[in-house]
């Protein structure tokens, strides 16, 4: 169906079975440096859904400087582990390659990991931290050259080394971070010198046989002095003379709004990176990888047959659905469960300490490849499902898949819940179009839907069900605050689902992402909008690549945020707050409420199921608002337990 994506290619001599590649991305798998059994599950599952080349996640080189959570080749004692690995995705005839990397400013979360920078940064008035030295310089050198060694001995199939994201070899090659005087500062031919001795290292330690990728951005984005295409340009046409045979083109950095690029939210286009990547190829003649938000078969095939790119990596996609690949393949498009950008279970999840490992809002598996994988029902039952949101539904079609008797009852006429309510956010049809989906599947499984149909006592007296799931979800939290009752004042459903236009000056009551995303709606009809926010941070609940491209889009649209200001009342023409032990009036025409939901009543329904001796659960929303990929992992591992 998709013949370009789908046609073999051969670099040097590695045969891949398709031009889609998983790139390396960051999980928190594995343990102490060393491969372990959960990312060796994880990877195993993409190879099987028809990955055609796994590129395993940075991997350090020097062992100062490498944090417990990342892997390591920078002592032979992880070569052990490492062929386990490639074993594996040997196995289930895949190919692996191995992303090289010195983490400089990114492993300092870690304080037990050494800093390493290209110049002088200060850090406080009271400390800098020193630019690596000559003596460092030539340590790291060896270093890529003993990991390289490493890798082959580990049988991979090929290496990357990562030269984007503000990394060591990054950070030396851009203008914009490396302030350097001596020869390896100030032109590009000295900014290059390290990153090139790099890849001359590497490339000496690899067989002729085996294909050298080099991962780096195609410009800088927001660093003054940054990295042009026009340098990278050259920078590749030198590398390629040093024997590099892919150039994996990316987007990105971490001390900058470029970060959005890195891991791009649902607010950047897809592909948004492809043209730049098809300018290189063109002006270089090294074989290209384009990455950017290529989630959908149809954009891969378009640009690869355009001749745009050689590969495409297709990483998010296949975390969302290992079998993202074979589905495509076989045309079975309506199956595919598709990325849509929130990052909450990816990129999120590597920025938080709380969270052990990446995880995935569409995906509950990921990270549990061995222990989800779906056992057939010890025994029939019949489960009534009431709720038909992404919680429910994630239940629903779980428990269907597994055997049992599945009937979900949804009060309104339509499947989605709050997901498909986001999705009428601005940029985010993405997550209606993925809500919509995901019913038609869970009807294509063969759960039974019964829309307008709210869970009532009299309903499962009539169905006899063994189960009860409520994931009724929540509703609008209305607080008790003078004049809430009146005209001019909107809740956040209203706004997101009807879309009206309300002329004049708007307050919205509350400054999280539900709140953020009413107020760009009311922006875009040329309204003048306020958010009020009672702590002391806007969009405290986002992301940072979401706060990014957010807050972006609130300050073009000229909203005013203002943060620890608290509503005391509500009149016809203004609201009452208090900011800075001050009373202050805002005139307003129209007041949107957006401070939150509570959980819907069922208490009718919990009594009925607990007379009847009915085995009883409650999830998502129904048992407390949370971020729904909460709900899916909630709902996901109820419905393996039962």
Known sequence: MFPTLFLPVTIRQLTLKNRAIMPAM????????????????????RVKGGSALNMVEVTGVHAGSIPSHYLSLAEDRFIPGMQELTAAIHEYGGKAGVQLWQGSIAVAADPTSQVIVASDMPVSPEYTIPGASKELIAELIECYRQAARRA??????????????????????SGGINRRTDEYGGSLENRARFPLAVIEAVRSALPDTMP??????AHDDYLENGLTIEEVIQFIKWAKERGVDVADVSRGNIISSGLKYEVPPIDIPFGFNIENAARIKA?????????GRVNRPELAEEILAAGKVDLIGIGRAQLSDPDFLNKAEAGKLEDIVYCVGCNQGCYDAC????????????????????EYRLKPADEMKKIVVAGGGMAGMEAAMTLKERGFDVILAEASDRLGGQFLLAGMAPRKQEMKDAAELKGEQMQRAGVEVRLN???????????????????????????????IEGQNVHNFVDILQNKPHLAGKTVVIGGGLVGLEVAETLAETGGEVTVIEMTDTIAKDLGSTRKITVMEHLYADNVVTMTETTCLSISDDGVLVMKEGKEERLPSDHVVLAIGSRSRAFEAIADYCETQGLDYYVIGDALQPRRAIDATAEAAELARSI
Do not use: W
Request: charged share 20%; hydrophobic share 40%.
């Open 26 to 45: 960051g999980t928190k798998f594995p343990k102490d440096n060393q491969v372990t059994q959960q990312l060796i599950d994880f990877h195993v599952e």
């Open 212 to 217: 050298l990728f080099m991962r780096i951005d």
């Open 152 to 173: 082959v001995e580990a049988d991979f199939d090929c290496v990357e080394i990562h030269l984007g994201h503000n990394y060591i070899l990054h950070s030396f090659l």
């Open 453 to 483: 149909t709210p869970v009532t006592p009299d309903l499962l007296a009539e169905l006899k069900p063994d189960v009860v799931i409520n994931a009724i979800g929540a509703q609008p939290l209305i607080p008790a605050i003078p004049g």
């Open 351 to 370: 920025e938080r300490a709380d969270i052990p490992h990446i995880t995935c809002l569409r995906n509950p598996a990921v990270g549990k490849e061995r």
């Open 283 to 291: 002006e270089t003649g090294i074989i290209t990888m384009g990455v």
